[in-house]
């Protein structure tokens, strides 16, 4: 299944992050990234509005949620979309998922 579109997040540092949008139960490829979950609106005048659920960070998108740890979390919040920003380097996700994490404040990050 195709993306859905692009999606912009800001980290706490006012760093832009530009993240691919697919549908929460789409078969991902097998490359390190880091993800955000949503739940994804689409409203009256066809805007859509994305609400931050979790924020994380895998070397294998691929197999991530095979049993995740946050999916009864995911369920909670109605999760219907994953945001993806493809990186390679272990360190980079690592802070620029902490960046994520520290603005949005994911409710599935703090249980």
């Given at each position: 299944?195709p993306?859905?579109g692009?999606?912009?997040?800001?980290?706490?540092?006012?760093?832009k992050?530009?993240?691919?949008?697919?549908?929460?139960?789409?078969?991902?490829?097998e490359?390190?990234?880091?993800?955000v979950?949503?739940h994804r609106?689409?409203?009256?005048?066809?805007?859509?509005d994305?609400n931050?659920?979790?924020?994380g960070?895998?070397?294998?998108?691929?197999?991530?949620f095979?049993?995740?740890?946050?999916?009864?979390?995911?369920?909670?919040?109605?999760?219907?979309?994953?945001?993806?920003?493809?990186?390679?380097?272990?360190?980079?996700?690592?802070?620029?998922?902490?960046?994520l994490?520290?603005?949005?404040?994911?409710?599935?990050?703090?249980?």
């Amino acid at each position: 299944m195709p993306k859905i579109g692009t999606l912009d997040f800001i980290g706490i540092s006012g760093h832009k992050y530009t993240f691919n949008v697919y549908p929460k139960n789409r078969v991902h490829h097998e490359k390190q990234a880091v993800y955000v979950v949503t739940h994804r609106t689409i409203k009256a005048d066809a805007t859509v509005d994305h609400n931050v659920i979790f924020v994380g960070e895998t070397k294998n998108l691929r197999t991530v949620f095979d049993n995740h740890s946050k999916e009864a979390c995911f369920d909670k919040e109605v999760a219907n979309c994953v945001c993806v920003y493809w990186e390679e380097h272990a360190e980079t996700r690592t802070k620029i998922s902490d960046d994520l994490k520290n603005f949005y404040h994911p409710p599935c990050n703090n249980l």
